[in-house]
């Protein structure tokens, strides 16, 4: 009996060979995935995936923020409608029209607690039709997301299966454990402020007046559902880190200033913004 299904299975791989590979072997289908905006993060993680859970958590001020914004621009900017559901109604839309954001192609749903939040993604994702739907916990009490039950983040990946939705959480800790397809912790390394021609020993160093010029932020894949084990450097630079089998990188993130005052004392645009205002008054929007 053992010979003739050995024999079987060796006639099959014969006749299918060419055009699959291993016939008997299951091999789980890759997700799709959309670029999240920073190239560091795409060559760490391959992209954000379609169809999946994707968390990203951190301490405030470790660059999440940035992340979400810089991915709405990537899919907005391709006329991609997404979904943005804030659970403490903190989105700042000034800072995202700046970093890229088409707030026409963004559905900003502004909550005043987590049981609101979680009841809108919930509907977000049964309707459809979003190119990206995500959920910022991070500025909600840590103690009220953890209540959270784990039933409800598998019925958001039930939900988002199959699907061409991109469903992105983020929080201050990682609560969604093996839901998510993808996981990236995020942590501030450095900071770098203005000091205004003052000196001082180095850019780390701030008094109350300095601007927060911009900092360099690690992100840590923690779980990826396409794992790949690629050889880690910093972004714009040739140092590599010590440890090569570490699934980190890290890049450079700009702050937004809004107002900068120039030699005469005259409040001007920097010169990004001054471009960005430029590209909206050449736009033809009927």
């Not at 999440?64 to 700042?92: K, Y």
């Not at 707030?103 to 009841?119: E, I």
């Not at 500025?139 to 992105?168: D, H, K, Y």
Request: charged content about 20%.
């Amino acid at each position: 009996m053992l010979a003739t299904s050995h024999a079987l299975r060796l006639h099959v791989e014969s006749a299918l060979a060419g055009r699959v590979a291993s016939p008997f072997r299951f091999q789980e289908p890759q997700p799709i995935t959309a670029s999240a905006g920073i190239s560091a993060v795409d060559q760490l993680a391959g992209g954000l995936p379609r169809g999946c859970l994707t968390e990203i958590f951190g301490e405030l001020s470790s660059g999440s923020t940035s992340l979400l914004q810089a991915a709405l621009a990537a899919r907005t900017a391709n006329a991609e409608v997404c979904a943005l559901v804030d659970a403490q109604d903190s989105f700042d839309p000034g800072c995202a029209r700046f970093a890229g954001v088409s707030l026409r192609q963004l559905l900003w749903v502004r909550c005043r607690n987590v049981d609101q939040a979680l009841r809108s993604v919930d509907l977000l994702l049964h309707g459809g039709g979003f190119s990206l739907v995500a959920m910022d916990l991070s500025g909600a009490p840590v103690r009220l997301v953890r209540q959270i039950p784990l039933s409800f983040w598998f019925r958001l990946r039930r939900t988002v299966e199959n699907t061409s939705t991109i469903l992105l959480v983020l929080s201050r800790e990682s609560n969604a454990k093996t839901c998510a397809s993808l996981v990236l912790r995020m942590e501030r390394a450095a900071a770098r402020w203005s000091l205004q021609d003052r000196q001082y020993p180095s850019r780390d160093f701030h008094t109350p007046a300095s601007i927060l010029d911009g900092w360099t932020t690690t992100a840590e894949m923690i779980r990826s559902k396409a794992r790949r084990k690629n050889n880690v450097a910093m972004i714009g630079s040739e140092n590599t880190f010590a440890n090569q089998d570490a699934e980190t990188a890290r890049f450079d993130l700009r702050s937004n200033h809004f107002i900068s005052v120039d030699s005469s004392g005259c409040n001007s645009l920097l010169p990004s913004q001054t471009n960005h205002l430029e590209n909206e008054r050449t736009q033809n929007f009927g």
